[in-house]
């Protein structure tokens, strides 16, 4: 088992995830079969953004449905890929616009995985390549969506074999406390950390922690019995504020 962790930007905040997790690899075969992610273990009932990794062109294919049963169920989708690998398409409900990316050299890597986020947070339906919500962005639309987003499935167009990888979380949730600077609550202990995430699990690992503080000029990581607020934040750009979130 290994430990990692993301940092993804969401809506203006900052989330850490932390915890033990294993690579979660779901193979898609094609020709239009939909892969359930919930039956390997992916859940999107309660988040609005998602990493992942793909290997396989062209035409690789995500639907993000109303319901289990994806034959009647409301569905938004995203096609990766298309056109010879060099243009994307999103639809983000039933009866909404069909929205095409510009046209790039290759969207997908045909022989390596490629590392991408998805976010349909509100009314936004974006995706993009790399490894943080909203970096790289390539297409995006701002259009109401008519149904709560509760099932994902996976696949491909052709009878190309495709491989998505997701991460596997633990489900320890930081939201970072914004603007840079320490926190005036009660302080539970102080101690030394080498980094910002490393402070976070020394605050997972007590109960009554419900925050941290780290200065990276220093490694000092400050450990607090309540959430920080934005009101409680003493302005100071050596420091980072951290509260759990209890997602």
Same mark, same amino acid.
């Given at each position: 088992?290994?430990?990692?962790? /993301?940092?993804?930007?969401? %809506?203006?905040?900052?989330?850490?995830?932390? $915890?033990?997790?294993?690579?979660?690899?779901?193979? %898609? %075969?094609? @020709?239009?079969?939909?892969? /359930?992610?919930?039956?390997?273990?992916?859940?999107?009932? @309660? &988040?609005?953004? &998602?990493?992942?990794? !793909?290997? =396989?062109?062209?035409?690789?294919?995500?639907?993000?449905?109303?319901?289990?049963?994806?034959?009647?169920?409301?569905?938004? +989708?995203?096609?990766?890929?298309?056109? $010879?690998?060099?243009?994307?398409?999103?639809?983000?409900?039933? =009866?909404?616009? %069909?929205?095409?990316?510009?046209?790039?050299?290759?969207?997908?890597?045909?022989?390596?995985?490629?590392?991408?986020?998805?976010?349909?947070?509100?009314?936004? *339906?974006?995706?993009?390549? $790399?490894?943080?919500?909203?970096?790289?962005? *390539?297409?995006?639309?701002?259009?109401?969506?008519?149904?709560?987003?509760?099932?994902? /499935? !996976?696949?491909? #167009?052709?009878?190309?074999?495709?491989?998505?990888?997701?991460?596997?979380? $633990?489900?320890?949730?930081?939201?970072?406390? !914004?603007?840079?600077?320490?926190?005036?609550?009660?302080?539970? #202990?102080?101690?030394?950390?080498?980094?910002? !995430? @490393?402070?976070?699990?020394?605050?997972?690992?007590?109960?009554?922690?419900?925050? &941290?503080? +780290?200065? @990276?000029?220093?490694?000092?990581?400050?450990?607090?019995?309540?959430? #920080?607020?934005?009101?409680? &934040?003493?302005?100071?750009?050596?420091?980072?504020?951290?509260?759990?979130?209890?997602?």
């Amino acid at each position: 088992m290994e430990l990692r962790y /993301s940092i993804n930007i969401i %809506t203006g905040f900052y989330l850490l995830v932390c $915890g033990s997790s294993t690579n979660i690899n779901i193979i %898609t %075969t094609g @020709n239009l079969v939909k892969y /359930s992610t919930h039956d390997y273990g992916v859940d999107v009932k @309660n &988040i609005s953004s &998602i990493l992942f990794r !793909v290997k =396989g062109c062209p035409d690789g294919r995500i639907n993000l449905f109303e319901g289990p049963d994806f034959t009647t169920a409301k569905n938004a +989708y995203v096609l990766l890929g298309g056109w $010879g690998n060099h243009k994307s398409v999103m639809h983000p409900c039933t =009866g909404c616009t %069909t929205l095409e990316s510009e046209w790039v050299d290759s969207v997908l890597n045909c022989n390596g995985m490629r590392p991408m986020w998805m976010n349909w947070t509100n009314r936004s *339906f974006s995706i993009g390549n $790399g490894a943080y919500v909203g970096e790289e962005t *390539f297409i995006s639309i701002d259009e109401p969506r008519d149904f709560d987003i509760q099932y994902m /499935s !996976v696949g491909s #167009s052709y009878d190309d074999i495709f491989e998505w990888e997701f991460d596997g979380y $633990g489900g320890n949730y930081f939201e970072r406390v !914004v603007p840079y600077g320490w926190s005036t609550r009660q302080m539970l #202990s102080s101690v030394t950390a080498s980094s910002m !995430v @490393n402070c976070i699990k020394s605050c997972k690992g007590r109960i009554s922690c419900r925050s &941290i503080s +780290y200065q @990276n000029t220093t490694n000092t990581c400050q450990l607090y019995f309540e959430q #920080s607020r934005s009101v409680d &934040i003493h302005p100071d750009n050596t420091w980072e504020t951290w509260m759990d979130r209890n997602m």
